[in-house]
């Protein structure tokens, strides 16, 4: 089993997806076959966040589709809810107010995908704000009639892209904008990313 202290897999803010996803394209780096050369493990991550990025789109319920579990974020309250300053602002925060949780509970949340659309536009990330769209798994699951789903945008550019793209930074044959490509994101918006990895790469030939 990988050691993955000091690896940022270990924030528990990060979806279980995000977490599975990319310590599958850790093991993909620190474990290639015998005979697979750093292209053909470039290749195959790229491949697979094209799959993950066609799974996430699939509807519940669908073959292959991730279960609701997936998409569940965990993050521990420090305080009572009501002592946040910022509460609005904070999805974990919302949901343990509904729920009645107190300080030193981990508030479980998924993000909902905005009521007017099913697949926000990624500018907007769900069109309204992030902490509004927090629901306890309890919530999701018991709202059939309403039929919420889960922000897939947020999930592929706010939780599995960054996650990635921070692993595969410093390794050349990739960038942020062909990890969003594979996904089935707006590569454009990651171009700086890129740039910025270029920089640095120069400064550190100086």
């Keep these: 089993e990988?050691?993955?202290?000091?690896?940022?897999?270990?924030?528990?803010?990060?979806?279980?997806?995000?977490k599975k996803v990319g310590t599958k394209v850790l093991n993909m780096l620190l474990r290639p076959a015998a005979d697979e050369d750093k292209e053909?493990?470039?290749?195959?991550?790229?491949?697979?966040?094209?799959?993950?990025?066609?799974?996430?789109?699939?509807?519940p319920g669908k073959e292959d589709a991730f279960p609701l579990e997936c998409f569940?974020?965990?993050?521990?309250?420090?305080?009572?809810?009501?002592?946040?300053?910022d509460a609005k602002n904070q999805p974990h925060v919302q949901v343990a107010m509904r729920k009645g949780l107190k300080s030193g509970a981990t508030v479980p949340y998924v993000i909902a995908a905005a009521a007017s659309n099913g697949e926000a536009a990624e500018a907007e990330v769900g069109g309204s704000s992030i902490a509004a769209r927090a629901f306890h798994p309890e919530e999701m699951r018991a709202d059939a009639k309403a039929k919420k789903a889960v922000d897939i945008t947020y999930y592929l550019s706010n939780q599995i892209h960054p996650v990635v793209?921070?692993?595969?930074?410093?390794i050349e044959g990739?960038?942020?904008?062909?990890?969003?490509?594979?996904?089935?994101l707006d590569a454009q918006r990651y171009y700086q990313q890129d740039k910025a990895k270029e920089r640095?790469?120069?400064?550190?030939?100086?």
């Design 40 to 59: 053909a493990t470039l290749e195959k991550i790229h491949e697979y966040m094209e799959e993950v990025g066609k799974r996430v789109r699939l509807a």
């Design 72 to 85: 569940v974020i965990r993050k521990g309250l420090t305080k009572d809810p009501a002592h946040y300053p």
């Design 174 to 184: 990739t960038s942020a904008a062909r990890i969003a490509q594979q996904l089935g």
């Design 200 to 206: 640095e790469t120069r400064d550190d030939a100086l």
């Design 165 to 170: 793209s921070r692993l595969l930074f410093p």
């Design 2 to 18: 990988l050691e993955l202290k000091g690896v940022d897999l270990v924030r528990r803010d990060w979806s279980v997806l995000a």
